[in-house]
């Protein structure tokens, strides 16, 4: 699938024509090339686009193109020539034209209200559904766009606007041309936009885009991305290198944001918010996207992976440093307790069979699309981290700085970074992070403390970890190198830090005399990629001495217990015992650990106990966390702590999601008419539960209500909360009208796979909605973007019964989505975890809260 290395791209020329308002756009390219001899026929990406015209120049005068020849398996046009080029420069001129995609890639229709725009998404490989192109990483390029739009329309892209000319009822822009980039960070978007004042960081003006109306929401994102890009400046030891920074909200967008060279793109959600009604939750993930994206300008944009096999070192690194400045910016956020959360999911998928490696060899658009999940971002992020613990973040900063200087503007490969970190530690690095990268899965250390001439010692086993108990002894054989940091907690004075690299399959830590060491807990603040199982004896000395474990240990023991319980390797009632110890937990972050796997057995084991067994887990609950809730209270006190508003939030989402409390949930009923009044009733923080548990018993009315908030919100946040919240409704009636709507434009094409995510995972919906995606599919195949295809298919196991997984099957076999392949292969395998799971704990959870059969 791969072009030739020569001829090479080194300036496209772009004069555009788009008007939003009508279904085609058109363009006309110059593309200055590098060619070698006896070129024949210049091959360039494209899809879907006609070609009106082409003729190509050389050093000898103008050479006709005698045909074009379309190679659709290749996603390609041959421009085939009368006469083979003379060896070296060269230019080719092509006029085009192409459909303004519905399908949220290449250049695409987003609407807001009766408003039309065109935005670009091209990454991928979604450049050549927008100009011909070599559209492959490594073929970087200097760009130079022009742009002719209805004059009312404003235009960004990634160089600044140089001028204008206004002729009649028309404008052209010109920009800037921009140093080299690969063509999937080429960026346009044109329509009725404003701008905020320009801010800046040093010589940087940064601005924020928007549809109007907007514009007040701009101020944090503004403050946000100057504090971020100072940071970066500092980190990596070079200025920003795109001279402008426009942050643009576009209407309807597939991810969450796009690194897009000097013009970033995000979802609205993710860059327009009022302080006064957003959540301290959505302030964060808003910080954290845009930082992410900011990091992207050196690493991902100025520093470019050579193919897609290599995306984790764009997307790894970003996500690391993201967090990293953030809690710089903000350390009172505690952004590494949202790390540990983030990086739950990739602990999920990497303990499957159909996992895959960091790095994953890619042959063709569709596997480089679906390598964007989890394993790339959090898994990719944590071996980062993992590393910069290991060398010290100097001497890995150093390496980071060395690595980016030399391959500014150009490509590079893993094996570049290595070498750039070894220079700079002055030891070998690749023998310990090449296993990390080349594999699938994780380790599972084992500890267990014993005593020998009157010291502690800790023996750490390990071997690969699965969720399947079935998966023989023989698979899980496994060692690599693995930086342990082991915190042991004294009998006297303060805990201390011992540190082990594990290059085998058991090795000896000493903690000290035995005397002094109360325990040891295996994975201190959550810095190595493992699961972590204490034998009984430390795992009783940790659990009574839980509050010692700084919070994101906490966060880590509940989630390796867990995984423990699934792979049939601890019981149920260790994990159990545990959660009553959360009664006086202050850290939300915590809470909510616990809350995905009580969630899991509330929906899984839970409806098979019976009446009085379900109301048992429901009142098991509530002992735990009502009195928490009760003496929060609803309303926050005066310069209360933010930390303490999260709290409130977490103990309610467990008393109402997870144990649905019939007070609980009648206390959020009899909140929702004022909230929906006003946005202020509510702290922020709560305002997301509440409309989703109002829901669950709503009316008809109510869904009338929902739908008239959502068309008359104020903010992203605001639409996004009732919108969503139509697919928590358990009445028939409504649960139809919700999925029809799926099929309007009320819901934009980003929002419809959250909208039947979130169908699946109400039991009262789920599977008129699995009949729906399946019937309906013609009509909603549309509007499953390929971006978003794996995140629906990997929400199936949602149905649970094995009739279902049968039907999931057979109904991607016949309808197959090349993006999300490997999606449909974990999803059939999570069916199988999770019924395996529910079948074994159905008993142990009986014997738990003292039921008979």
Not at 8 to 24: C, I, S
Not at 394 to 409: D, K, L, P
Not at 565 to 570: H, L, N
Request: a positive charge.
């Amino acid at each position: 699938m791969r072009l030739p290395k020569v001829p090479r791209p080194e300036q496209y020329d772009l004069h555009l024509t788009v008007d939003p308002a009508k279904p085609r756009f058109s363009g006309e390219l110059q593309l200055a090339l590098e060619v070698g001899p006896d070129t024949r026929a210049l091959e360039l990406h494209a899809v879907d686009l006609e070609i009106d015209s082409s003729e190509v120049e050389d050093a000898q005068g103008v050479v006709k193109v005698a045909r074009v020849r379309p190679n659709p398996e290749r996603e390609t046009l041959s421009f085939v020539l009368e006469r083979a080029l003379a060896p070296g420069r060269a230019s080719l001129r092509v006029r085009y034209s192409g459909p303004l995609r519905g399908d949220l890639r290449g250049l695409y229709l987003a609407r807001s209200g009766k408003r039309r725009y065109a935005a670009t998404q091209l990454e991928a490989a979604d450049a050549r559904r927008f100009f011909p192109c070599f559209d492959e990483p490594e073929f970087k390029a200097r760009f130079q766009l022009k742009l002719t739009t209805p004059a009312k329309n404003r235009a960004v892209s990634n160089g600044a606007v140089t001028r204008t000319e206004r002729r009649g009822a028309r404008v052209t822009y010109h920009f800037a041309e921009t140093p080299k980039l690969s063509t999937y960070l080429v960026a346009l978007v044109v329509g009725e936009l404003e701008s905020s004042p320009p801010k800046r960081a040093g010589k940087t003006p940064i601005r924020v885009w928007c549809v109007p109306g907007k514009k007040k929401l701009a101020g944090f994102a503004l403050e946000c991305a100057v504090e971020s890009l100072r940071r970066l400046e500092k980190y990596f030891g070079l200025p920003y290198p795109y001279g402008k920074l426009d942050l643009i909200a576009v209407p309807d967008f597939e991810f969450g944001a796009m690194e897009n060279a000097g013009a970033v793109t995000f979802r609205e959600t993710l860059l327009l918010v009022d302080e006064k009604t957003v959540s301290l939750a959505e302030k964060k993930r808003v910080a954290e996207v845009i930082a992410h994206e900011l990091a992207h300008m050196w690493y991902g944009d100025l520093v470019t992976m050579a193919w897609w096999d290599d995306l984790w070192l764009n997307e790894a690194f970003a996500t690391w440093m993201a967090f990293k400045v953030v809690d710089d910016w903000k350390p009172e956020w505690e952004m590494w307790l949202d790390f540990e959360s983030h990086r739950a999911p990739a602990f999920a998928l990497d303990a499957m069979e159909n996992t895959h490696p960091i790095y994953v060899a890619v042959n063709s658009p569709s596997e480089a699309t679906e390598n964007f999940d989890v394993i790339t971002y959090e898994k990719g992020a944590s071996l980062v981290r993992m590393l910069e613990s290991w060398l010290g973040p100097n001497v890995f900063r150093a390496g980071v700085r060395r690595y980016i200087r030399r391959h500014r503007e150009s490509n590079a490969r893993a094996g570049d970074l290595w070498r750039a970190l070894e220079e700079a530690a002055k030891r070998p690095v690749t023998p310990v992070v090449a296993p990390w990268l080349e594999r699938p899965g994780f380790p599972l250390v084992s500890g267990r403390r014993v005593e020998r001439g009157g010291q502690a010692i800790l023996i750490a086993e390990q071997e690969r970890f699965f969720a399947n108990p079935k998966v023989d002894a023989n698979t899980r054989l496994e060692t690599r190198p693995i930086p342990l940091v082991v915190r042991v907690r004294k009998t006297r004075g303060k805990d201390k830090s011992v540190r082990a690299l594990a290059e085998s399959s058991a090795i000896e830590i000493a903690l000290g005399r035995s005397d002094e060491v109360r325990w040891a807990y295996l994975n201190a603040d959550e810095a190595s990629f493992i699961r972590a199982l204490h034998d009984g004896a430390l795992l009783r000395a940790l659990g009574q001495d839980l509050l010692r474990l700084r919070p994101v240990e906490r966060m880590g023991l509940l989630g390796h217990q867990w995984a423990a319980v699934r792979a049939s390797i601890a019981r149920l009632a260790d994990w159990l015992d545990l959660v009553p110890r959360l009664a006086s937990e202050s850290e939300p972050d915590v809470l909510a650990a616990a809350a995905g796997p009580l969630a899991w057995l509330a929906d899984h084991p839970v409806p098979h106990i019976g009446e009085r067994g379900a109301q048992r887990f429901q009142e098991w609950l509530a002992e735990v966390f009502a009195p928490a809730f009760e003496a929060a209270g609803w309303k926050p006190e005066k310069r209360e702590p933010e930390k303490a508003r999260q709290r409130r939030a977490a103990l309610l989402s467990l008393l109402g999601s997870v144990a649905e409390h019939p007070a609980t949930l009648d206390a959020a009923e009899s909140r929702i008419g004022a909230y929906l009044k006003s946005r202020t009733a509510l702290d922020a923080n709560l305002a997301g539960p509440v409309v989703e548990l109002a829901a669950r018993r709503g009316s008809k009315a109510r869904f009338e209500q929902y739908l008239r908030a959502m068309k008359a919100a104020r903010t992203p946040q605001e639409r996004t909360r009732f919108e969503l919240a139509l697919g928590s409704f358990r009445d028939p009636a409504l649960v139809e009208r919700a999925l029809e709507t799926s099929l309007t434009e009320l819901i934009p094409t980003q929002d419809v796979v959250p909208l039947l995510i979130r169908m699946l995972a109400n039991p009262a919906a789920r599977e008129r909605t699995w009949e729906f995606i399946r019937d309906r599919w013609k009509d909603l195949s549309p509007r499953v973007s390929p971006g978003l295809a794996g995140r629906l298919v990997g929400a199936l196991p949602a149905l649970q019964k094995p009739l279902y997984k049968q039907q999931v099957a057979a109904f991607f076999a016949s309808h197959p989505i090349p993006t999300a392949a490997r999606a449909l292969r974990q999803a059939l395998e999570r069916f199988d975890l999770d019924t395996e799971l529910r079948e074994r704990t159905l008993p142990e959870l009986r014997a738990y809260l003292h039921l008979t059969v």
